[in-house]
């Protein structure tokens, strides 16, 4: 699988949107780019996930660049419980392995 | 629709002992996982089934750690002897068969935290 890059840590003010990054300069053709997310003792949450489209559900929306060498996860409008650890992961779709990084730690304050 | 269900949420031993993790994924999910997450790191895939077979167990380490899902249902993870570098938390996912609905989508359970003392 591709490795992702994403920074440590970001903060964010509440209501503002939250723009992710996450680079992936060497992902394949067929690989899939998943965000999931983790907020504090609870498991890892499914967030989206996108090949080369953009992509908007109900939580967030992921915009992966033409050449697919990076994206970036927005959400909207931040509130106090999207803090959490957010992974930017890419994987092929036949492929359940998810391969979690350190993520970025995203602290969304009032 | 019930999540993926974990016992307990927290366990306390010493080192050498034994213990075990319970797992419930969600009904008709037909692939299981346990990850392993340290603190301050991601989660690490310990092994994957598939139904009651083993379909990765790279990193599990076999010579303290074993794994079983009999009747292709509830998952057990098992530690003998636990060892210092043992304590993490230990998640269990479950996702559908490929090519369903949502197939890509793993669920987490909240973890069971172990501390080894």
């Known amino acids: 699988d591709a490795k992702t890059t994403q920074p440590p840590s970001m903060d964010c003010a509440e209501g503002r949107a939250a723009n992710l990054p996450c680079n992936h300069s060497?992902?394949?053709?067929?690989?899939?780019v998943y965000w999931y997310r983790q907020i504090h003792s609870q498991g890892p949450q499914y967030i989206i996930h996108g090949l080369k489209n953009n992509e908007t559900n109900e939580m967030a929306s992921l915009i992966i660049t033409e050449d697919r060498k990076s994206s970036t996860l927005i959400l909207p409008h931040a509130t106090l419980r999207d803090t959490a650890v957010y992974y930017c992961?890419?994987?092929?779709?036949?492929?359940?392995?998810?391969?979690f990084g350190a993520g970025t730690t995203v602290t969304v304050r009032a | 629709e019930a999540g993926v269900a974990q016992s307990p949420r927290y366990k306390i031993i010493e080192k050498r002992q034994s213990v075990a993790f319970w797992c419930n994924p969600i009904s008709g999910h037909a692939t299981l996982y346990w990850y392993q997450q340290i603190l301050g790191q991601g989660p690490k895939l310990l092994i994957q089934?598939?139904?009651?077979?083993?379909?990765?167990d790279s990193q599990l380490p076999k010579d303290r750690f074993s794994a079983e899902r009999l009747k292709g249902v509830d998952s057990t993870l098992k530690i003998q002897p636990a060892k210092l570098e043992d304590s993490a938390v230990y998640l269990c996912a479950s996702s559908a068969t490929l090519g369903e609905r949502d197939s890509y989508e793993q669920y987490f359970g909240p973890g069971t935290r172990l501390t080894v003392t």
């Open positions: 060497t992902i394949s053709g067929n690989e899939y």
């Open positions: 089934f598939q139904n009651n077979g083993v379909v990765d």
């Open positions: 992961i890419v994987r092929v779709p036949n492929d359940y392995k998810l391969s």
